[in-house]
Nanobody
Framework: QVQLVESGGGSVQAGGSLRLSCAASGNNLRINTMGWYRQAPGKQRELVAAIRSGGSTNYVDSVKGRFTISTDNARNTVYLQMNSLKPEDTAVYFC??????????????WGEGTLVTVSS
């Protein structure tokens, strides 16, 4: 079983910054990918950013140049640095981790979510 503990959400004015953290814990953790999703009221959950074990990253177009995803592999922790925040970034942000369960199977785990509110 994998547990994810998120932190760092809150309220900020437009143009401000926040940093989200998500620490994963579990036995014999073999992480393939760590990422952040978000869900705004009335909208579908969307991938914001992801980082693979090899270090490659991808971002949704709307946050490119403003958000940066990174990891501390020793602590199985993923971060999302969010700069130049906009009101449209307001959402609940969820940490997601893909782990290798067996040679041919992966499993996905979700954090409980942390609210980010950006006021204009």
């Amino acid at each position: 079983q994998v547990q994810l503990v998120e932190s760092g959400g809150g309220s900020v004015q437009a143009g401000g910054s926040l940093r989200l953290s998500c620490a994963a814990s579990g036995n014999n953790l073999r992480i393939n990918t760590m990422g952040w999703y978000r869900q705004a009221p009335g909208k579908q959950r969307e991938l914001v950013a992801a980082i693979r074990s090899g270090g490659s990253t991808n971002y949704v177009d709307s946050v490119k140049g403003r958000f940066t995803i990174s990891t501390d592999n020793a602590r199985n922790t993923v971060y999302l640095q969010m700069n130049s925040l906009k009101p449209e970034d307001t959402a609940v942000y969820f940490c997601n981790v893909e782990v290798k369960a067996t040679l041919s199977r992966v499993m996905f785990y979700w954090g409980e979510g942390t609210l980010v509110t950006v006021s204009s």
